[in-house]
Every structure is written in C-alpha cells, then in structure tokens.
C-alpha cells in the first residue's frame, strides 16, 4: 500500500546511540528520546530500548498507554489536562507542570492510585510558550514549594523549552541564567534536584561548545528522528537524515504546461499562488497529497526530480530531467512537518525494517 513511511530501525538506533554519545561527553547523561513525531510506533520506540537513555517522553497519554513494554521511565511533555491527571499518573511516571492546579489534582489522582508521581517545573525563559514566567521568581518558589509538601506528588526537577513558539535559540546566557533559578530553588527547599533540563534538539548544536554543569538531561525528538540540530536546522554529520523515508506511487506521467491556462483565482485551499512559465513540461502525479503529509517538506531522494505542488491527493513533480512512469514509485527525505503529518495520517502505511 501507498503511500508509506518507510523506517530503518538500525537508522534510527545509530542515530540514538550518536546522540546519547554526544551528550554524555557534554555531561548529559540521562536522556530522553521523544517519541510523539512517530505517534510512538510501537517497532520504533521498542528500537530504543537497549541504549542508554533513561527516559522515552511524549506529548500525548494515549501513546505513552501505547508503549510497547519498556524499562524506561515514561515521561509527558505536554501540560496535564486538568481533565486527565487520573490517566496522566496511571501511563506516565514523569510529568511537566506549570499550574498550581494541576499539581493539586495530579496529587489526588496519585493518592487515588496509591503511587508516587513525579513532576518537573517548567520554567519560560522566553520562548513564551509553557512554564512559569523566569521574572516571576514568587510564582516559581510557590510551585516548587506546593510540588515538595504535596504527599503523593515527588518535586523530581526543573526544565524550560525554547525554539517552538518564539523561535528562540539557547544560548551558554540560558544555561547560566536557567541554573541560577534552580540555584535559588534548590536553596529554598533544602535539597538537590535530580532531574535538570536545558531543551530539546535546539539545544544540540550547544554541546560541544557550552558548559552544561548542573545539568543532566535532554528531551530529544527531530534530532533522533531526522539527525539534524533545530537552532540552525544543520544536518549532525554523524547521523542519518533519511531514517526514515515516505514513498509513493506515481499515477499520471504528461507533458503540460507548466503555466496554467485560463482565468487565475485561487487554487484548492484558497491560497493565491504565483506560477512560474518555464514552458511545457514533463509532470507526473504521485498519489499523496496535503491529507497525508505537509508536502513543503518533501525532498526527492533522486536528483532531477522537482516538487510542483499539492492538492490534497496529488502531489505535482516535474519530472522533465527524470522521467518516471505510472507506477514507478517516488521517494523522498521528510522534515519534521512532513514527517509528524505523515505518521499521523491513516492513509500512509508505516513500514519498519
Ligand atoms: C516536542 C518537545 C520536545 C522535543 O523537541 P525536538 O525539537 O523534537 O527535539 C522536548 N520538550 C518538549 C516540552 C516538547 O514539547
């Protein structure tokens, strides 16, 4: 069946081990892959499970309930839903909190089910997604503080992200800055955290430059999957960009314009686009569109091919300098976008090998 996901397990493991490798020499030694760009597919995480990261983490309960058996501690990424402490505490060991609130019910829930929960402070240092505001010092003692006393809740550690919302990149500043709060923290409640977090794969192109003392962990998810750093989107050299691939299946191959004939309005999802007239042109269509997969992020894995554009089941390629027939099967590399779309789609087959 097409289109498909096409995944190289042993890929993927290289990738995982480079970069608990690369981390551990930064002294980053308790990583956590993240797994929710693949919907936790259940043959890619179980492909984690002899490196030496301590934790797998995602953003979604339902695929940390999914999880293949593994000795990993499970942690969720995104904020707890007030609605859903009760599954948070039952499928997730770990959890990231920002709300007086939600440390309230994920301690009742833990009561209810007689464990111990353990919960991370999330700390914005600017990218002004989620945490406690960095200026807001009150607010943070205060949950540090609620996280420590709480009976059934572990106060396990502190951790800020950047690079999603407010494309910030961090920096040694960061580091720094973010360590002096889990100083003051740390001095508050009398004890050492055991979990201290500086970001996800934006954070990668820092670790053979910064100091990273005081800090044990990384949440790394597009740099496992893509083998490429997110401050500056450079390829890592020692790892795999094509893990994974996705494949279709070409279903028209003419030549046409390349100009479109007739008056001009908007194109399917009403978007004005401008088109280029570079003559007739050879264009195949392969059966993948918009529905399955963010198309942008395409990139032929053979040279000569060009990506024209999607609807939401075709995909345009210009083809003149590689010809291809009907039938013929099309690969390409992915981006994260690409990727995450596709995992999610039900119409794109995951093949794993
Ligand atoms: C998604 C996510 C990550 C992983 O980010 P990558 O850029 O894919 O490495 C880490 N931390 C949090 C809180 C996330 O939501």
Do not use: W
């Not at 002096?180 to 201290?196: C, M, P, Q, T």
């Not at 500056?232 to 390349?258: F, G, I, N």
């Not at 004005?272 to 997969?293: H, P, S």
Request: net charge negative.
């Amino acid at each position: 069946m097409h289109p498909t996901l096409r995944v190289d397990l042993k890929k993927l493991r290289h990738n995982g081990e480079k970069l608990c490798e690369m981390a551990a020499k930064a002294g980053l030694d308790r990583l956590a892959f993240v797994t929710k760009s693949f919907c936790a597919l259940p043959e890619m995480v179980a492909a984690l499970e002899d490196l030496p990261n301590p934790y797998l983490a995602d953003s979604r309960v339902e695929n940390l309930a999914n999880y293949p058996k593994t000795a990993k501690e499970k942690i969720l990424l995104r904020l707890p839903m007030l609605s859903q402490c009760e599954q948070v505490v039952r499928h997730a060991d770990i959890s990231f909190c920002s709300e007086p609130a939600i440390l309230t019910a994920l301690d009742k829930a833990a009561e209810e089910q007689g464990r111990e929960h353990k919960v991370v402070l999330m700390v914005d240092m600017g990218d002004l997604r989620e945490g406690v505001f960095f200026r807001d010092e009150e607010g943070i003692l205060a949950l540090a503080n609620q996280a420590l006393e709480a009976e059934n809740l572990l106060f396990y550690g502190m951790a800020f992200n950047v690079t999603c919302y407010g494309s910030v990149i961090p920096t040694q500043q960061t580091l720094e800055d973010f360590r002096a709060i889990v100083n003051r923290v740390e001095a508050a409640i009398g004890r050492k955290l055991d979990f201290v977090s500086c970001g996800n794969s934006s954070s990668v192109y820092l670790l053979d430059k910064a100091d990273f003392t005081g800090y044990n962990n990384l949440r790394l998810g597009e740099s496992l999957l893509l083998g490429r750093e997110t401050a500056y989107c450079h390829d890592l050299p020692d790892l795999y960009q094509d893990a994974v691939t996705l494949e279709a299946e070409v279903v028209e191959v003419k030549e046409k314009p390349s100009y479109p004939i007739g008056k001009i309005g908007v194109n399917a999802f009403g978007q004005t686009v401008e088109y280029i007239d570079r003559g007739d042109r050879l264009r195949a269509i392969a059966a993948v569109g918009q529905q399955d997969a963010d198309y942008a992020g395409f990139t032929p894995v053979e040279d000569g091919i060009e990506v024209v554009g999607a609807s939401s089941d075709h995909l345009l390629l210009d083809v003149t300098d590689r010809p291809v027939k009907v039938g013929d099967i099309v690969r390409f590399r992915v981006d994260y976008s690409a990727a995450l779309r596709a995992f999610t789609s039900p119409y794109v087959e995951k093949v794993c090998e």
